[in-house]
């Protein structure tokens, strides 16, 4: 089509010049009386037809492939998460550990009920979320199996730090039909797991409306909520104000809970977060002043080539004849 | 941690007299300390309670009332005060909502609702408000994003 339309301006063009070698011509016998009346009409026609066929063709192809086709509509692509300023994702800050602290309370509170957090073990909460005795109180409180004892029977003992958090349901399965057929994630990687991440889980949590809009569908045992692909999801909502009651007396509302959550959830995702950002920083002031020596070197080593000068001095032409 | 704590680190452990705890310096031998005064002092004072105990609760019972109605008043106030958080997001929210920002998704939105609404009652609605509901909250949620977060901790 392109390239039709491409023929046509040439074609176009090509009477223009026709017209013009007429004119030429016109000027410089000026005897021909009969093409001189006609030539000026020609002219116009062909340019009004060459440009309606160019702008006809564009516009097909604007019809043709101009407008883009989505294939879902953007109720089931989900409301894209709104970006929040999370202080933990600037280049220099740590996580909030305070945060971490009532995150986990919330998540211990609220979402373990229905969620596992099954990469996270004991020994990793010390000293980041939770203090040594703690964390080790907390074990305590669940039975793990032994090893097999001198008769081969496995027995049950109470946690110890280097145990695992434990599942709310035995396996998937269970967790399905104790909820209506919808499994709930686990929650160790969710942060990363998700496009937007904290803000993802942040919305999610705090996006329910008060009621779905009006006209939309929501199925039987689902939930409306914007930013979950579909719109229609299994999880009801569970922070209302209140729910938790914050050890350091900060007020528990509804966003500051799911912040919480949200940044330990980050926490449990990348643990090294911390460690991390320190040693790249490191790493840059290490090898930048490394790169600045090594350039002083270069030069150093350099300098004698670099400022030597080269002087061409021609021999004295007292012995040679003259030119003529 | 500095570079002079990594030192007293190790003359510490190099140190004959020095103890090593895998955890936190154990505060028990004070607390042990003062739990046996305290029980001594408890046996002494038990005997005086015991004589004052026959006495006491006449004078009890004039204040029982009062402190009753105290407490009332006190958990009514801490009733009053669970109830305080409000979320700030949802205020923000429907400031921004009705802000001129937000004016013309609000337009459309309050718009389709009247529409689909009416449609409905009529009989079979054709459409849904989910994109015009979209459209608000976006707009809604990002102009209160930055003041959620100067209010939340």
Known sequence: MLARSCLRSTRAFAG???????????AASSSSSGSAAESPLRLNIAAAAATTVAAGSIAWYYHLYGPTADASTPAEEGLHPTKYPWVHEQWFK?????????GFQVYREVCASCH??????????????????EAKALAEENEYDTEPNDQGDIEKRPGKLS????????????????????????????????HGGCDYVFNLLTGYPDEPPAGAQVGEGLNFNPYFPGTGI??????FDGVVEYEDGTPATTSQMAKDVTEFLNWAA????????????????????????????KRYKWAWLKSRKIVYDPPKTNNIAPRR | MGFWDTITDLVEAATPWATADAEAPAKDLPEETTADTTTKEEESTKAETETAATEEPAAEEEPAAEEEAEEEAEEEEEEEEEEEPVDPKEELEEE??????????????????????????????????????????????????????????
């Open chain 2, 96 to 153: 921004c909502r009705n802000s001129k920002q937000c004016s013309p998704a609000k337009h459309h939105f309050d718009e389709c609702v009247e529409r689909v609404t009416s449609a409905e009652s009529e009989g079979g609605a054709k459409e849904d408000c989910v994109e015009e509901f979209f459209h608000l909250a976006h707009c809604a949620t990002q102009c209160a994003a930055p003041k959620l977060w100067s209010v939340l901790k």
């Open chain 1, 16 to 26: 223009l010049r026709n017209g013009a070698v007429h004119i030429s011509k016109r």
């Open chain 1, 116 to 133: 596992s957090l099954s990469r996270v073990p004991y020994r990793t909460l010390v000293g980041s979320v939770l203090t040594v005795d």
């Open chain 1, 163 to 194: 145990d695992y958090l434990p599942a709310p349901y035995a396996n998937d399965e269970a967790a399905r039909f104790a909820n209506n057929g919808a499994l709930p994630p686990d929650l160790s990687l969710i942060v990363k797991a998700r």
């Open chain 1, 270 to 297: 990348e643990p090294e977060m911390d460690d991390r950002k320190r040693m790249g920083m490191k790493v840059l002031v290490v090898t930048s002043v490394l790169f600045a020596m090594s350039v002083w070197v």
């Open chain 1, 234 to 239: 299994a999880m009801a909502r569970v922070l």
């Open chain 1, 94 to 102: 740590s996580f909030d550990h305070q945060a971490l602290r009532r």
